[in-house]
């Protein structure tokens, strides 16, 4: 199933990962995902999202993966894309919160950056990745854009992209959406089952998610997903 995942990512450029493909990849037991996704309720505030309308809420972490499989946490340091990646955030040296102790200490994220690792590995053969680790919850609000990425159609400077859904409470939109480098649609879907696992070569593609709206009014609600990236160093 990763070889799958990892020979649909060289040639097309992208993959989905059912719940149930990710679950078995990753041993994960029946009880997890409440478990995980309460980390989710100790995001705090994104202020640089905020300046262009959108509540989003994270925290960031960094490691170092082998191409053997030993992963190395890193110190917590700003977060800094390439000037050719994210239009919105050149040249920004962005600071988000660490990622707290407890999630730090979850086996799965562990198992998961392992996964990706292998997938990667496909698309070069460098000794040691740098992998970056953002939880994120975006929230759709009545008047509030929703957006869950501001910055539109991009890329993250890094080899390999995934996003990995947590959780949707009340909510439509959302649609993951992967281009080519001209700008034509290779791929667009909703993640709506949490575990659903999309990944994409960050190198040869860009992407982008449509905005969040209350599916029922009156009420906000909110979409959390975890984005794991992987650049070869």
């Known amino acids: 199933m990763r070889e799958n995942a990892r020979r649909a990512v060289v040639g097309e450029g992208w993959c989905l990962m059912s719940p149930a493909t990710v679950h078995q990849c990753l041993d994960l037991d029946p009880g997890f995902w409440g478990q995980f996704a309460a980390h989710w309720e100790h995001l705090v505030a994104d202020p640089y999202a905020a300046q262009a309308g959108t509540h989003r ?17 890193l110190a917590h340091d700003v977060f800094v894309q390439p000037q050719d990646s994210n239009p919105l955030y050149v040249g920004t040296d962005r600071r988000f919160e660490p990622l707290t102790p407890e999630f730090r200490a979850e086996p799965v994220l ?24 953002h939880p994120f919850r975006v929230v759709a609000r009545e008047g509030s854009r929703g957006d869950a990425t501001p910055e539109g159609r991009h890329q993250d400077g890094v080899t390999l992209v995934s996003s990995l859904l947590i959780h949707r409470v009340n909510v439509t939109g959302g649609r993951s959406t992967i281009y080519d480098p001209s700008g034509g649609e290779i791929a667009a879907v909703t993640l709506s089952e949490p575990g ?16 969040l709206r209350p599916r029922e009014a009156g009420r906000p609600g909110h979409r959390d997903v975890l984005v794991t990236t992987l650049a070869a160093r």
């Open 196 to 211: 659903a696992l999309l990944l994409s070569d960050d190198r040869a593609t860009w992407h982008a998610v449509s905005s």
């Open 110 to 133: 562990g198992s998961l950056i392992r996964m990706l690792g292998q997938v990667a590995a496909g698309l070069s053969d460098a000794r040691e990745w740098k992998v970056r680790v």
């Open 57 to 73: 809420l994270r925290r960031y972490g960094q490691y170092l993966l082998s191409a053997t499989g030993e992963i190395s946490p």
